[in-house]
């Protein structure tokens, strides 16, 4: 059997590749793996050294600070349009992923339906748009996935003293500490004090969201009522689908599930959005506002994950897969290793492994 060789580009943070690194370590058979640093000066005369050897960069963009976002993207842009070199996520899923001013223009530019945005740079041009807008608003930090950055405006007042923040010399921080829309805080923080190293991670990610206000553009967005969220994960053929239930006013974050069988036109939607955009690794955030009438709300190709899967029909665990023109369940685990190794599973057979 033929055993191919993945490169993981990590990012700045230590731990964030780790899941790839476990899913390469559970296929060993079939891969080996090499880890470059994407954020170090040498990093291109890494990239090409790899490059005769390597089948596939394996991506893990980052999503806490904005400087090194936009570091990965122009780098995963030399590594995809410049090198040519096959890369997974696609290029595309690491733009839009934890860049939210680019992902409504995206969607906004394919014709893809979600919730009214504007982006505004001018604070005279935001102030203005209050005039013609019905309240509540959303406010929308560009980077910061789990409901960090989005705040409820619920009148014009608020909407003006938010503007003030964001257009201010300190801008506006996103939620830097737990999050306790999560519930179970305390047994989250225990756990904490018992590993030291989740707790050095977790106060360094802390101390680098605080450090990383959002200043100088805001992000308006109509808010959709709602109970609820669909999560829509698609990678390669597979397809999952539960409900994101709300806490609070918002579902993102929450970790409140409901694995109801999920609709089949849900299923169809993205499907269309995956084989389109010729996507391969997502998850979609969907808002139904009507039976069949879907609005997407967020779009990650990295995404986090709670439970070992990610959705249960008739109360089982499997996946969904469109075969001989019809949607197929298959009962199984194939969200192991939050995900990875259905990605490396994808991997391999693009690759024809």
């Known amino acids: 059997m033929r055993k191919f060789r993945l490169c993981i580009l990590r990012n700045e943070n230590d731990e964030d590749h780790l899941l790839w690194v476990k899913a390469c370590e559970d296929c060993s058979s079939e891969v080996e793996y090499q880890i470059i640093d994407l954020t170090a000066a040498n990093w291109l005369e890494v990239v090409r050294e790899a490059a005769n050897e390597c089948s596939c960069f394996l991506a893990r963009p980052p999503g806490i600070r904005t400087a090194f976002k936009q570091l990965y993207d122009e780098r995963v842009y030399i590594i995809s349009e410049m090198l040519k070199l096959p890369l997974y996520p696609s290029p595309t899923e690491i733009y839009i992923y934890e860049n939210k001013r680019f992902l409504y223009s995206w969607l906004k ?46 009148n014009n007042s608020d909407a003006r ?126 808002f139904e506002v009507g039976p069949g009438n879907l609005l997407i709300n967020e779009m990650q190709c990295i995404f986090g994950q709670s439970d070992s899967f990610q959705m249960l029909v008739n109360g089982r665990p499997g996946r969904y897969r469109f075969i001989d023109n019809r949607w197929a369940f298959e009962e199984g685990e194939f969200n192991r290793n939050e995900s990875y190794n259905l990605r490396i599973h994808h991997i391999l057979k693009i690759l024809g492994g």
């Open 109 to 154: 530019a394919i014709g893809l339906p979600h919730p009214t945005t504007k982006v505004f740079y001018s604070y005279e041009e935001a102030v203005h748009s209050l005039d013609n807008v019905a309240f509540p608003i959303v406010g929308k930090a560009n980077i910061g996935a789990s409901g960090s950055g989005v705040r409820i405006l619920k």
């Open 161 to 286: 003293t938010y503007l003030g923040k964001v257009f201010s010399s300190s801008g506006i921080a996103r939620r830097w500490g737990p999050n306790l829309d999560k519930g179970g805080l305390l047994t989250r923080g225990f756990h904490s004090l018992l590993d030291p190293y989740e707790l050095k991670d977790k106060l360094q990610r802390y101390r680098q969201v605080r450090q990383d206000p959002q200043k100088g553009f805001v992000i308006f967005q109509e808010y959709i009522p709602h109970s609820f969220e669909w999560r829509v994960v698609a990678i390669g053929d597979s397809y999952f689908a539960h409900k994101k239930l709300k806490a609070g006013e918002k579902a993102s974050g929450s970790l409140l599930k409901e694995y109801s069988n999920p609709p089949l036109y849900l299923l169809d939607f993205v499907r269309h959005i995956m084989t389109s955009q010729q996507f391969l690794s997502q998850a979609i955030d969907i």
